[in-house]
């Protein structure tokens, strides 16, 4: 699956290490031996799994707002590191119509200002700048996007993913492309909704659902026809790693973008998902409630993932219901097992998962 020591001893930045999917990146990394650094803000939510996980043992943290760029010019040129994971983001759909501005600011500007450290940096690095499935404009069609087609968005989420795809582009053609020295080298990764333990964000599906069960409260479920390219966290991630080793080896994938999703046929509506989840938990329920949906969102939406199996061997690996289980299984131990190992919880489900690897491999 992954060279064991290909990132042994090796500097990385993760930004956005406090969120989740960041703080399951820098779990996984640090397995794999790498130095890891943050820069992001606090915690996005309490609990968090990089608190509840004691992240700060294992990452060399910095409190740095991704808008601001001097002081992220100023870390990456005193951290030097190998490699940068660019994750840094205003993830949800609904907050960027309450929060626009901010979400414009952050998704695009901080994505810019990750480049031009990159720009500024004097030694080989790679970087892979992830974004979202939604920067394509959606036409609401039966197929899977691909890596060429029309960016886009009508809210201002999607809209500032595409934008950030806009700015990697012209930053790799305008100051990337002619790098004989080929010191640095970029990709964009585009992943689409992922599930997994450790989430607590508001206003998606799972936390919503664990955080009224484990109050006894019927979840209110708003879109329950919609259709995701839900995922465990572990996919994309997984991704990303193959997609950063890969890129060190062969600069001629610089610059180029790559979908990670679950397979064509992982056409799961959002009730379906609460259906499977709610069967390990006792008081489950829910509430059909489309008519609270204030915030419009696409109903229809899947990646074509061809690139990534092609060029980088990678294709994903669980299916729906164990995708389901090991986060339901997740949230089941942090909540009945007092006694539990946050960190060691964690690591298990990744070696889990890396198993499962080896064995469709």
Same mark, same amino acid.
């Given at each position: 699956?992954?060279?064991? =020591?290909?990132?042994? *001893?090796?500097?990385?930045?993760?930004?956005?290490?406090?969120?989740? %999917?960041?703080?399951?990146?820098?779990?996984?990394?640090?397995?794999?031996?790498?130095?890891?650094?943050?820069?992001?803000?606090?915690?996005?939510?309490?609990?968090?799994?990089?608190?509840?996980?004691?992240?700060?043992?294992?990452?060399?943290?910095?409190?740095?707002?991704?808008?601001?760029?001097?002081? &992220?010019?100023?870390? &990456?040129?005193?951290?030097?590191?190998?490699?940068?994971?660019?994750?840094?983001?205003?993830?949800? &759909?609904?907050?960027?119509?309450?929060?626009?501005?901010?979400?414009?600011?952050?998704?695009?500007?901080?994505?810019?200002?990750?480049? +031009?450290?990159?720009?500024?940096?004097?030694?080989?690095?790679?970087?892979?700048?992830?974004?979202?499935?939604?920067?394509?404009?959606?036409?609401? @069609?039966?197929?899977? !996007?691909?890596?060429?087609?029309?960016?886009?968005?009508?809210?201002?989420?999607?809209?500032?993913?595409?934008?950030?795809?806009?700015?990697?582009?012209?930053?790799?053609?305008?100051?990337?492309?002619?790098?004989?020295?080929?010191?640095?080298?970029?990709?964009?990764?585009?992943?689409?909704?992922?599930?997994?333990?450790?989430?607590?964000?508001?206003?998606?599906?799972?936390?919503?659902?664990?955080?009224?069960?484990?109050?006894?409260?019927?979840?209110?479920?708003?879109?329950?026809?919609?259709?995701?390219?839900?995922?465990?966290?572990?996919?994309?991630?997984?991704? !990303?790693?193959?997609?950063?080793?890969?890129?060190?080896? *062969?600069?001629?994938?610089?610059?180029?973008?790559?979908?990670?999703?679950?397979?064509?046929?992982?056409? !799961?509506? &959002?009730?379906?998902?609460?259906?499977?989840?709610?069967?390990?938990? +006792?008081?489950?329920?829910?509430?059909? *409630?489309? /008519?609270?949906?204030?915030?419009?969102?696409?109903?229809?939406?899947?990646? *074509?993932?061809?690139?990534?199996?092609?060029?980088?061997?990678?294709?994903?690996?669980?299916?729906?219901?164990?995708?389901?289980?090991?986060?339901?299984? @997740?949230? !089941?131990?942090?909540?009945?097992?007092?006694?539990?190992?946050?960190?060691?919880?964690? %690591? /298990?489900?990744?070696?889990?998962?890396?198993?499962?690897?080896?064995?469709? =491999?």
């Amino acid at each position: 699956m992954f060279n064991a =020591n290909f990132f042994l *001893n090796k500097k990385v930045l993760i930004t956005g290490n406090t969120g989740f %999917k960041g703080s399951w990146l820098s779990i996984w990394l640090d397995l794999l031996g790498a130095k890891i650094y943050g820069l992001a803000l606090e915690p996005p939510t309490k609990p968090s799994l990089f608190d509840k996980a004691n992240l700060s043992r294992i990452i060399d943290n910095n409190i740095v707002d991704i808008k601001d760029t001097d002081k &992220v010019i100023q870390l &990456v040129q005193s951290i030097e590191p190998d490699y940068i994971f660019h994750l840094a983001a205003q993830p949800l &759909v609904q907050l960027s119509y309450l929060r626009p501005v901010e979400t414009w600011k952050t998704n695009v500007i901080g994505t810019i200002n990750i480049l +031009e450290s990159l720009k500024l940096l004097d030694k080989k690095c790679i970087g892979i700048i992830i974004t979202s499935d939604k920067c394509y404009e959606n036409q609401e @069609w039966e197929w899977g !996007y691909r890596e060429n087609d029309l960016l886009g968005g009508s809210d201002p989420y999607s809209a500032s993913k595409g934008s950030a795809e806009l700015a990697f582009n012209s930053y790799y053609k305008s100051f990337f492309s002619s790098n004989s020295d080929n010191k640095i080298n970029i990709c964009s990764a585009r992943a689409g909704n992922v599930i997994g333990g450790g989430d607590w964000a508001d206003n998606r599906i799972v936390p919503d659902c664990i955080k009224a069960w484990t109050s006894k409260k019927p979840v209110d479920i708003k879109s329950p026809k919609s259709t995701r390219p839900f995922q465990h966290v572990l996919e994309p991630l997984s991704g !990303y790693i193959k997609l950063a080793e890969r890129l060190n080896l *062969n600069n001629e994938l610089s610059g180029q973008s790559f979908n990670f999703g679950p397979p064509n046929n992982f056409n !799961y509506q &959002v009730i379906e998902i609460v259906k499977e989840l709610s069967k390990k938990w +006792e008081d489950s329920s829910w509430i059909i *409630n489309e /008519k609270n949906n204030l915030y419009a969102e696409s109903k229809l939406l899947k990646l *074509n993932c061809d690139k990534a199996f092609s060029l980088l061997n990678w294709e994903p690996t669980l299916d729906f219901k164990t995708t389901i289980s090991m986060t339901s299984d @997740w949230y !089941y131990s942090f909540y009945n097992k007092k006694d539990l190992n946050v960190l060691e919880k964690c %690591k /298990k489900q990744i070696e889990e998962f890396m198993n499962f690897k080896k064995l469709n =491999n």
